[in-house]
Protein backbone atom coordinates (compact mmCIF):
# COMPACT_ATOMS: atom_id res chain seq x y z
CA UNK A 1 0.00 0.00 0.00
CA UNK A 2 2.78 1.79 0.35
CA UNK A 3 2.05 4.48 3.15
CA UNK A 4 2.24 2.08 5.99
CA UNK A 5 0.21 0.52 8.60
CA UNK A 6 0.24 3.68 10.90
CA UNK A 7 0.03 6.10 8.06
CA UNK A 8 -3.42 4.55 7.11
CA UNK A 9 -4.86 4.53 10.96
CA UNK A 10 -3.58 7.78 11.39
CA UNK A 11 -7.06 9.70 12.87
CA UNK A 12 -9.16 6.85 12.32
CA UNK A 13 -12.94 7.47 13.48
CA UNK A 14 -14.79 4.68 15.19
CA UNK A 15 -17.44 2.72 13.51
CA UNK A 16 -19.73 -0.16 14.84
CA UNK A 17 -17.70 -2.98 13.11
CA UNK A 18 -20.40 -5.77 13.82
CA UNK A 19 -22.66 -7.92 16.11
CA UNK A 20 -21.31 -8.64 19.77
CA UNK A 21 -19.47 -11.46 20.02
CA UNK A 22 -18.64 -14.29 22.85
CA UNK A 23 -14.96 -13.18 23.93
CA UNK A 24 -11.54 -15.11 23.84
CA UNK A 25 -11.31 -17.83 26.78
CA UNK A 26 -9.29 -16.13 29.96
CA UNK A 27 -8.51 -17.56 33.10
CA UNK A 28 -11.32 -17.71 35.31
CA UNK A 29 -9.51 -15.59 38.31
CA UNK A 30 -9.76 -12.13 38.40
CA UNK A 31 -7.58 -10.18 39.80
CA UNK A 32 -7.14 -6.69 41.09
CA UNK A 33 -4.15 -5.54 39.08
CA UNK A 34 -2.46 -1.40 39.96
CA UNK A 35 -2.89 0.55 37.16
CA UNK A 36 0.77 1.91 37.37
CA UNK A 37 1.95 -1.75 37.04
CA UNK A 38 0.38 -2.01 33.85
CA UNK A 39 1.88 -1.50 30.49
CA UNK A 40 -0.15 -0.95 27.23
CA UNK A 41 -0.23 -3.10 24.65
CA UNK A 42 2.27 -3.00 21.89
CA UNK A 43 -0.13 -4.65 19.15
CA UNK A 44 -3.02 -2.77 19.77
CA UNK A 45 -4.57 -2.77 15.90
CA UNK A 46 -6.49 0.43 17.27
CA UNK A 47 -4.85 3.87 17.01
CA UNK A 48 -7.64 6.17 17.70
CA UNK A 49 -9.57 6.84 21.03
CA UNK A 50 -12.22 9.53 21.02
CA UNK A 51 -12.09 11.67 23.95
CA UNK A 52 -16.02 11.96 24.33
CA UNK A 53 -16.76 8.48 24.72
CA UNK A 54 -13.51 8.06 26.96
CA UNK A 55 -15.25 10.67 28.87
CA UNK A 56 -18.54 9.11 29.17
CA UNK A 57 -17.27 5.77 29.93
CA UNK A 58 -15.28 7.14 33.00
CA UNK A 59 -18.48 8.77 34.23
CA UNK A 60 -20.12 5.29 33.75
CA UNK A 61 -17.28 3.49 35.48
CA UNK A 62 -17.11 5.80 38.42
CA UNK A 63 -21.09 5.25 39.05
CA UNK A 64 -21.04 1.72 38.34
CA UNK A 65 -17.42 0.42 38.75
CA UNK A 66 -15.94 -1.55 35.62
CA UNK A 67 -18.60 -4.62 34.78
CA UNK A 68 -16.02 -6.46 32.35
CA UNK A 69 -12.12 -7.19 33.18
CA UNK A 70 -9.53 -6.82 30.91
CA UNK A 71 -7.13 -8.92 30.12
CA UNK A 72 -3.30 -9.18 30.86
CA UNK A 73 -0.15 -11.27 30.42
CA UNK A 74 2.08 -11.22 33.31
CA UNK A 75 5.61 -9.87 32.04
CA UNK A 76 7.57 -9.69 35.14
CA UNK A 77 7.72 -9.04 38.87
CA UNK A 78 4.82 -6.58 39.56
CA UNK A 79 4.40 -5.98 35.76
CA UNK A 80 1.65 -6.76 33.66
CA UNK A 81 0.98 -5.86 29.50
CA UNK A 82 -2.49 -5.33 28.42
CA UNK A 83 -3.99 -7.84 26.00
CA UNK A 84 -7.12 -6.50 25.52
CA UNK A 85 -9.46 -3.20 27.65
CA UNK A 86 -7.14 -0.56 26.72
CA UNK A 87 -10.05 1.63 26.42
CA UNK A 88 -11.56 0.33 29.50
CA UNK A 89 -7.75 1.30 31.30
CA UNK A 90 -7.82 4.66 29.87
CA UNK A 91 -11.06 5.45 31.16
CA UNK A 92 -10.08 3.55 34.44
CA UNK A 93 -7.38 6.36 34.82
CA UNK A 94 -9.91 9.02 33.84
CA UNK A 95 -12.08 8.16 36.65
CA UNK A 96 -9.12 8.34 38.93
CA UNK A 97 -9.01 4.75 40.09
CA UNK A 98 -5.99 2.75 41.07
CA UNK A 99 -6.47 -0.10 40.30
CA UNK A 100 -8.61 -2.55 37.36
CA UNK A 101 -10.04 -5.95 37.54
CA UNK A 102 -7.98 -8.88 35.26
CA UNK A 103 -8.16 -12.15 33.62
CA UNK A 104 -3.99 -13.52 33.66
CA UNK A 105 -3.40 -15.14 31.19
CA UNK A 106 0.39 -16.65 30.02
CA UNK A 107 1.26 -15.73 26.69
CA UNK A 108 4.36 -15.20 24.48
CA UNK A 109 4.25 -11.65 21.53
CA UNK A 110 2.65 -14.35 18.98
CA UNK A 111 -0.28 -15.41 20.90
CA UNK A 112 -0.39 -12.04 22.57
CA UNK A 113 -0.87 -10.05 19.55
CA UNK A 114 -3.48 -13.22 17.79
CA UNK A 115 -5.50 -12.92 20.95
CA UNK A 116 -5.15 -9.23 20.67
CA UNK A 117 -6.28 -8.83 17.36
CA UNK A 118 -9.44 -11.44 17.50
CA UNK A 119 -10.19 -9.86 20.77
CA UNK A 120 -10.26 -6.62 19.25
CA UNK A 121 -12.51 -7.71 15.89
CA UNK A 122 -15.24 -9.84 17.80
CA UNK A 123 -15.44 -6.81 20.52
CA UNK A 124 -13.85 -3.28 19.64
CA UNK A 125 -15.47 -0.54 17.05
CA UNK A 126 -13.09 -0.81 14.49
CA UNK A 127 -13.71 0.59 11.07
CA UNK A 128 -13.83 -1.80 8.23
CA UNK A 129 -10.33 -1.03 7.33
CA UNK A 130 -8.72 -1.74 10.92
CA UNK A 131 -10.95 -4.89 10.64
CA UNK A 132 -8.81 -5.47 6.99
CA UNK A 133 -5.43 -4.73 8.51
CA UNK A 134 -6.39 -6.38 11.66
CA UNK A 135 -7.13 -9.78 9.53
CA UNK A 136 -3.93 -9.15 7.44
CA UNK A 137 -1.90 -9.16 10.49
CA UNK A 138 -3.62 -12.56 11.42
CA UNK A 139 -1.95 -14.19 8.24
CA UNK A 140 1.57 -12.25 8.20
CA UNK A 141 2.15 -12.43 12.01
CA UNK A 142 -0.22 -15.28 12.97
CA UNK A 143 0.74 -17.42 10.55
CA UNK A 144 -3.13 -18.12 10.34
CA UNK A 145 -4.65 -19.34 6.93
CA UNK A 146 -7.14 -17.18 5.41
CA UNK A 147 -9.46 -20.00 5.17
CA UNK A 148 -9.11 -20.53 9.12
CA UNK A 149 -9.57 -17.27 9.85
CA UNK A 150 -13.63 -17.20 9.82
CA UNK A 151 -13.47 -19.75 12.75
CA UNK A 152 -11.06 -17.92 14.81
CA UNK A 153 -12.96 -14.27 14.47
CA UNK A 154 -16.59 -15.44 14.24
CA UNK A 155 -17.23 -14.35 10.94
CA UNK A 156 -17.80 -16.22 7.54
CA UNK A 157 -15.28 -16.82 4.62
CA UNK A 158 -16.89 -14.86 2.32
CA UNK A 159 -16.97 -11.52 5.11
CA UNK A 160 -13.03 -11.95 5.65
CA UNK A 161 -12.17 -12.04 1.95
CA UNK A 162 -14.03 -8.99 1.26
CA UNK A 163 -12.35 -7.20 4.43
CA UNK A 164 -8.96 -8.73 3.30
CA UNK A 165 -9.87 -7.19 -0.66
CA UNK A 166 -10.05 -3.93 0.58
CA UNK A 167 -6.39 -3.51 0.80
CA UNK A 168 -5.89 -4.11 -2.67
CA UNK A 169 -7.65 -0.81 -3.52
CA UNK A 170 -5.32 2.77 -4.05
CA UNK A 171 -4.24 4.15 -1.24
CA UNK A 172 -6.96 7.26 -1.58
CA UNK A 173 -9.92 4.97 -1.40
CA UNK A 174 -8.59 3.20 1.73
CA UNK A 175 -8.42 6.39 3.25
CA UNK A 176 -11.75 7.12 2.70
CA UNK A 177 -13.04 4.08 3.91
CA UNK A 178 -11.19 4.36 6.99
CA UNK A 179 -12.37 7.91 7.62
CA UNK A 180 -16.00 6.88 7.07
CA UNK A 181 -16.26 9.27 3.95
CA UNK A 182 -17.16 6.24 1.87
CA UNK A 183 -18.96 2.85 2.98
CA UNK A 184 -17.95 -0.75 2.68
CA UNK A 185 -20.36 -1.00 -0.14
CA UNK A 186 -19.02 2.00 -2.24
CA UNK A 187 -15.33 0.24 -1.70
CA UNK A 188 -16.54 -3.49 -2.90
CA UNK A 189 -17.84 -2.11 -6.13
CA UNK A 190 -14.89 -0.71 -6.54
CA UNK A 191 -12.59 -3.82 -5.99
CA UNK A 192 -14.25 -5.57 -9.22
CA UNK A 193 -12.44 -2.84 -11.31
CA UNK A 194 -9.01 -3.68 -12.00
CA UNK A 195 -8.13 -0.38 -14.04
CA UNK A 196 -6.53 1.70 -11.06
CA UNK A 197 -7.46 5.20 -12.66
CA UNK A 198 -10.63 3.87 -13.25
CA UNK A 199 -11.07 3.45 -9.96
CA UNK A 200 -10.01 7.28 -8.70
CA UNK A 201 -12.53 8.55 -11.29
CA UNK A 202 -15.45 6.38 -9.65
CA UNK A 203 -14.48 7.35 -6.50
CA UNK A 204 -14.50 11.17 -7.66
CA UNK A 205 -17.61 10.93 -8.85
CA UNK A 206 -19.05 8.97 -5.66
CA UNK A 207 -17.34 12.35 -3.99
CA UNK A 208 -19.02 14.77 -6.35
CA UNK A 209 -22.55 13.03 -6.99
CA UNK A 210 -22.71 11.93 -3.14
CA UNK A 211 -23.68 8.76 -5.20
CA UNK A 212 -25.70 5.50 -3.47
CA UNK A 213 -23.54 1.96 -3.46
CA UNK A 214 -26.43 1.10 -5.74
CA UNK A 215 -25.44 3.73 -8.12
CA UNK A 216 -22.05 2.95 -7.85
CA UNK A 217 -22.73 -0.74 -8.69
CA UNK A 218 -24.61 0.58 -11.57
CA UNK A 219 -22.00 2.85 -12.93
CA UNK A 220 -19.22 0.31 -12.20
CA UNK A 221 -21.31 -2.42 -14.25
CA UNK A 222 -21.86 0.24 -17.44
CA UNK A 223 -17.75 0.98 -17.27
CA UNK A 224 -17.25 -2.94 -17.67
CA UNK A 225 -19.73 -3.29 -20.18
CA UNK A 226 -17.78 -4.74 -23.24
CA UNK A 227 -17.91 -2.35 -25.69
CA UNK A 228 -20.02 -2.82 -29.24
CA UNK A 229 -17.79 -4.33 -32.42
CA UNK A 230 -17.60 -1.42 -34.81
CA UNK A 231 -19.44 -2.27 -37.70
CA UNK A 232 -18.16 -2.91 -41.02
CA UNK A 233 -17.17 0.48 -43.02
CA UNK A 234 -19.86 0.79 -45.77
CA UNK A 235 -19.08 0.72 -49.64
CA UNK A 236 -16.56 3.18 -50.63
CA UNK A 237 -17.67 6.08 -53.02
CA UNK A 238 -16.69 5.44 -56.80
CA UNK A 239 -14.13 8.10 -57.87
CA UNK A 240 -16.19 9.77 -60.74
CA UNK A 241 -14.12 8.07 -63.84
CA UNK A 242 -15.12 4.62 -62.69
CA UNK A 243 -18.94 6.11 -62.55
CA UNK A 244 -19.20 7.13 -65.80
CA UNK A 245 -17.12 4.01 -67.25
CA UNK A 246 -20.24 2.10 -65.13
CA UNK A 247 -22.77 4.16 -66.92
CA UNK A 248 -21.20 3.56 -69.94
CA UNK A 249 -21.04 -0.05 -70.23
CA UNK A 250 -24.50 -0.13 -67.98
CA UNK A 251 -26.12 1.86 -71.32
CA UNK A 252 -24.07 -0.12 -73.67
CA UNK A 253 -25.51 -3.74 -72.23
CA UNK A 254 -28.43 -2.49 -71.00
CA UNK A 255 -28.09 -4.28 -67.51
CA UNK A 256 -27.16 -3.34 -64.44
CA UNK A 257 -23.40 -2.98 -63.95
CA UNK A 258 -21.41 -2.87 -60.44
CA UNK A 259 -17.73 -1.69 -60.22
CA UNK A 260 -15.86 -2.25 -57.15
CA UNK A 261 -12.36 -1.30 -55.90
CA UNK A 262 -9.63 -2.79 -53.66
CA UNK A 263 -6.27 -1.96 -52.46
CA UNK A 264 -3.53 -0.80 -55.26
CA UNK A 265 -6.40 -0.47 -58.05
CA UNK A 266 -7.70 -4.02 -58.20
CA UNK A 267 -11.18 -4.12 -58.60
CA UNK A 268 -13.62 -6.35 -60.34
CA UNK A 269 -17.18 -5.88 -62.61
CA UNK A 270 -20.11 -7.06 -62.13
CA UNK A 271 -22.87 -7.68 -64.95
CA UNK A 272 -26.69 -8.91 -63.77
CA UNK A 273 -29.31 -10.63 -65.26
CA UNK A 274 -32.50 -12.07 -64.48
CA UNK A 275 -33.23 -14.82 -66.30
CA UNK A 276 -31.48 -17.25 -69.24
CA UNK A 277 -32.37 -15.05 -72.24
CA UNK A 278 -30.62 -11.99 -70.62
CA UNK A 279 -27.60 -13.75 -70.25
CA UNK A 280 -27.85 -14.88 -74.06
CA UNK A 281 -28.55 -11.50 -75.23
CA UNK A 282 -25.37 -9.95 -73.04
CA UNK A 283 -23.03 -12.74 -74.43
CA UNK A 284 -24.33 -11.33 -78.02
CA UNK A 285 -23.51 -7.80 -77.02
CA UNK A 286 -19.71 -8.84 -76.15
CA UNK A 287 -19.47 -11.10 -78.53
CA UNK A 288 -21.42 -9.81 -81.83
CA UNK A 289 -20.03 -12.66 -83.80
Aim: proline residues 6%; aromatic residues 4%.
Amino acid sequence: MGRGLSALLEGSSSELAGEELPTIPASHTVSAIPLNQLETNPFQPRSNFEEKELAELAVSIQEQGIIQPVTVRKIGPERFQLISGERRCRAARIAGLTEIPAYIRLANDEQMLEMSIVENIQRMDLNPLEVALSFQRLIEECRIRQEDLGQKVGKDRSTVSNYIRLLKLPVEIQVAVRDGIISMGHARALITMEDEKQQLQVLQKILEKKLSVRQVEDLVRSLLKPAKPALPAGPKLLPSQYQHAREKISNSLQSEVEITLGARGKGSILIHFHSEEEFHKLLSKMNPE
